[in-house]
């Protein structure tokens, strides 16, 4: 539209007076916004690395450890010992319509030979759903356990990746001869090396995995050491936690309400606390990054106070011939806008650029501080947020100094040469 | 007396046919703080419409404060002034705008257009924030070229003209919306002889045509060239006779 042409002349012959300031403006403005592209994708990459972590324990799980009562029930005293039983899985499974999946655990600290290699690591008696349950992956060219395994008893092993290296160095794991104890297992798959937050009894990374099955029949146990079971959806966790206790309360004869009965650790709950922190920082990040950019924002108005000031006679006239406030203020936040997405390019093209440059020097460094950082991410949330604020800074740069440029009336600008 | 020989009219009004421009006891004060200007002390002016009127008088007597209230760029201390009848006190800034765009076209003595713009595009101005299209812009700046004979310095900036040229290109912008009033403080005030008397001239025309024609000037050979001369001093007017 014409009148777009003719901002743009009235705003080039302002610019040109104002060269050096505005170049210096634009530079804050970009500066600004290097700032908020950079804070606010680490905040991207830390929330994306966190819910990885999460998954990488399982997700919506919860996991149990039998306990001791506290409360008297059915005529049977507080401080009795409750213990599971492998059929216990299947019990809640079935018994319970929110519990989709469960799997039991019996752990052992076991000695580990292969060739000259010996190692003292945690060994997991499991059913076949706990490489769902709490993500054990196979790497290409190996596998989980199956239902075979656990029906013959066989003597196979699952090795977590970091005790795989340990153990094999660079040699392919999958297929070797392990000595468990005495006994000899056959590698039948190593795990994905994956982000874990939350562990209990060491990280996945660290233990072997074999068959409840052949647990049992190796050291003869009967109880499990814990339980593992997710919820139909996250939701309905908190059913299915009652449920639980209810099923298990009324078989074992303890008091469903007894919190010490079973010891309960809600990963769901947990990640939804995490979320929220995470929500948290990101703001406190947006906030800094919008504070930074707001100096800039502050040399935008004082350049719209200049120009309304080296316009205020043009302003008259305009008003003379019939403008309304809406199309003086219009056009001078138009002008501040401009100015400010200028600088917002600029900021946003370096910005993205560097995020590339520290996404690849963080892959690249190994310590476990910089991996759980994660890369940082310029993901669309983070552009239009960005985009946002720089319009919402351009708006305000604009719309205060042009509130005062059509405050006046025409005649008293008018008056003075 | 009030006679305006165009329509016939004389004397005093019907009742229900407003007058055009109609100031009762109109007073501005401008108050410094320290000191106190009365600029103007209570002024009554009716006009009824399709007049040439000639404002004379000495410097400071209060002749561009009352054309700047009249043209609805400055706004009264005190007293009423109603335009085709409405009290233009109680216009919202959006409506004062409206009337300085449409139903007023003020001139000025320093011509006051946009230096960076060409003349077409000044002259389109109003016609902008009128809201008309691209092609009816064209055409009507076009038409209006033609009537201030000024056609071939359309695309021309305001630094490239003349005194007399760059009046007739703000006559043509004050008459851009087809305002019925004509508003000119000093029109010939920066120009030489020779084009003053043709800017005079074109003001003729105007109220020949139709308009009201209310100029400000001190040049009594125009004053005498009026149909109506009113004369102010100290703030009043002491003289109003056709």
């Known amino acids: 539209m014409n009148s777009l042409v003719v901002i743009a002349k009235l705003f080039r012959s302002a610019a040109r007076i104002q060269r050096k300031r505005m170049t210096m403006t634009v530079a804050a403005i970009a500066w600004g916004t290097i700032s908020i592209v950079l804070l606010l994708s680490f905040g991207e990459g830390l929330k994306r690395s966190m819910s990885a972590g999460w998954a990488g324990l399982g997700s919506g799980i919860a996991i149990i450890w039998p306990g001791e009562t506290s409360k008297a029930f059915a005529g049977f005293p507080p401080g009795r010992g409750i213990q599971l039983v492998p059929e216990d899985v299947d019990l809640v499974v079935n018994a319970v319509d929110e519990i989709t999946a469960a799997t039991g655990e019996m752990r052992n600290n076991q000695q580990l030979v292969w060739g000259r290699t010996s190692l003292n690591k945690q060994l997991l008696g499991v059913h076949v759903a706990y490489g769902e349950l709490r993500n054990h992956r196979a790497r290409p060219g190996g596998r989980f356990l199956d239902e075979l395994d656990m029906r013959a008893k066989r003597r196979v092993i699952f090795l977590g990746d970091d005790l795989a290296k340990e153990l094999f160095g660079s040699h392919e794991p999958v297929g070797e001869t392990v000595l468990v104890g005495q006994s000899p297992f056959t590698v039948v798959g190593v795990m994905q090396t994956k982000k874990q937050m939350g562990m209990y009894g060491g990280p996945d990374a660290d233990h072997a995995v074999i068959p409840l099955t052949t647990f049992q029949a190796m050291y003869g146990r009967r109880f499990l050491s814990n339980l593992v079971f997710r919820a139909s959806a996250p939701e309905l966790m908190g059913v299915a936690k009652r449920r639980y206790n209810e099923v298990l309360g009324a078989k074992y004869k303890f008091d469903p309400t007894d919190e010490r009965a079973m010891s309960v650790w809600d990963t769901v709950k947990t990640q939804a606390t995490g979320r929220k922190i995470m929500i948290g920082i990101e703001l406190f990040l947006g906030i800094i990054g919008a504070l930074t950019l707001l100096i800039g924002g502050v040399g935008v108005a004082n350049i719209m106070y200049a120009v309304v000031k080296h316009r205020t006679r043009e302003i008259a006239i305009q008003m003379a011939i019939g403008a309304r406030r809406v199309y003086i203020m219009g056009s001078l936040v138009l002008e501040a806008t401009f100015l400010t997405f200028i600088g917002g390019a600029i900021g946003i093209t370096v910005g993205v650029g560097l995020v590339q440059i520290l996404a690849f020097v963080q892959s690249k460094v190994k310590s476990q501080a910089m991996q759980f950082l994660g890369a940082p991410t310029f993901s669309l949330p983070v552009a239009v947020t960005t985009v946002l604020l720089l319009g919402a800074l351009g708006l305000l740069a604009g719309y205060f100094p042009s509130r005062r440029a059509v405050s006046v009336h025409p005649a008293e600008a008018l008056r003075y040469e | ?242």
Request: hydrophobic share 40%; charged share 25%; proline share 3%.
């Open chain 2, 1 to 242: 007396m009030f006679g305006n020989g165009k329509n016939g009219k004389n004397g005093a009004h019907d009742a229900g046919d407003a007058a055009l421009i109609d100031l009762k006891g109109i007073r501005k004060v401008y108050d410094t703080g320290a000191i106190k200007v009365e600029a103007l002390r209570g002024i009554d002016l009716t006009v009824a419409g399709s007049e040439l009127i000639a404002i004379v008088g000495p410097s400071g007597s209060g002749k561009s404060t009352m054309m700047n209230i009249i043209g609805c760029l400055d706004t009264p201390t005190g007293g009423s002034y109603r335009l085709k009848g409405e009290e233009v006190g109680s216009f919202s800034i959006d409506r004062l705008a409206e009337v300085r765009n449409r139903r007023i076209g003020f001139v000025f003595q320093n011509f006051n257009l946009l230096p960076q713009l060409t003349a077409f595009e000044n002259v389109e101005m109003p016609l902008l924030f009128a809201g008309r299209s691209t092609r009816e812009r064209r055409e009507r700046v076009e038409f209006l070229f033609e009537q201030v004979a000024l056609a071939d310095r359309m695309r021309h900036k305001p630094t490239e003209l003349s005194g007399g040229q760059m009046q007739r290109v703000a006559i043509a912008r004050a008459l851009a919306c087809e305002p019925n009033i004509i508003l000119a403080d000093e029109p010939t005030g920066n120009l030489d002889s020779t084009s003053g008397r043709d800017i005079i001239h074109l003001f003729e025309e105007l109220w020949q045509k139709g308009h009201t024609v209310v100029l400000i000037t001190h040049d009594p050979a125009i004053a005498a060239r009026a149909r109506r001369v009113v004369k102010f001093q100290d703030g009043l007017i002491v003289e109003d006779a056709a």
